[in-house]
């Protein structure tokens, strides 16, 4: 797919920045920071989209998620960290998908330049990451399908846009109750989503098993086997480990999790926004 840096030239230079950063960390502490990633930034596009409704901005007609159109930054087959090859990433996208809101692109809602760049940075911020991260998330995703975390960010997206604002908001705050109502949406739909997409991973075959125990040893006929299983068999088995991960991870980010540590997120979208 040909995907586009985004428009603004400040925020292309920080996508660019961004993508000279490699952490070279396990699948675990990976998994955990993806997941903490993606959940930032769907309280980010959901503050943002508050706000935009209540600055009065036109959010009528079918809102869909489809596949990404931006992209900060491109990965690497030969990544390197202090030197040493890494082994080939790719460019992961935090968020499940590119919204769209009666055929338009979500920040083209907004009348302000600035604030339209920040939404669109969103939307292309992505991450170097092995392969088995982006297999993953295109399964948990579900593009066009009901019950994947594209389905949950378009729900998440419904709730807050069809929702009735409770009591007087100071103009350029976020109206909080309607960005609770929406996350919690999204927070539910994310942890069936995952589970969805771990199902689906597990009916695939992955690297054969070892046969005997690690007291009596392995027979010799597993070990082969396990050692000439194909790639995509041990990205399987690392995709679906990596799912795993994200489902315990999920279950933790709900409003509450929002509230005690993801604040400043928040005020950070109220400052950046400008209309």
């Known amino acids: 797919m040909n995907r586009q840096r985004v428009s603004d030239p400040n925020l292309r230079s920080l996508g ?11 699948f675990l502490q990976q998994a955990l920071d993806h997941n903490l990633g993606r959940n930032i930034r769907v309280a980010k596009v959901l503050g943002y989209l508050a706000l935009l409704r209540q600055r009065g901005a036109s959010l009528t ?7 990404a159109q931006r992209q900060n930054f491109s990965s690497s087959k030969s990544m390197t960290h202090m030197s040493m090859p890494t082994g080939p990433t790719e460019a992961a996208h935090f968020l499940p998908g590119h919204i769209l809101i009666g055929s338009k692109d979500i920040w083209n809602l907004a009348t302000n330049p600035a604030t339209r760049g920040h939404i669109e940075f969103l939307f292309g911020e992505v991450e170097h990451l092995p392969a088995p991260f982006n297999q993953a998330d295109t399964v948990a995703e579900a593009k066009g399908e009901p019950g994947g975390l594209c389905s949950a960010l378009v ?9 009735h604002l409770m009591g007087r908001v100071s103009d350029g705050k976020i109206p909080l109750d309607l960005v609770q109502s929406a996350y919690g949406d999204w927070h539910l739909d994310a942890v069936r989503a995952l589970n969805s997409g771990a199902a689906k991973k597990s009916t695939k075959p992955g690297i054969p098993p070892l046969v005997g125990d690690r007291f009596e040893g392995y027979t010799g006929e597993s070990i082969a086997a396990r050692s000439d299983a194909s790639t995509e068999l041990w990205n399987r088995d690392d995709s679906l ?15 509450q999790w929002v509230m005690k540590d993801c604040r400043e997120a928040l005020r950070e ?7």
């Open 61 to 67: 007609g079918v809102i869909q998620c489809v596949a």
């Open 155 to 163: 729900h998440a997206c419904k709730t807050l846009v069809g929702r």
């Open 269 to 275: 979208v109220e400052s950046n926004f400008k209309g």
């Open 241 to 255: 480990r990596i799912l795993q991960y994200y489902i315990e991870d999920q279950q933790q980010r709900t409003w």
């Open 16 to 26: 660019n920045f961004q993508g000279t950063i490699d952490r070279n960390s396990n």
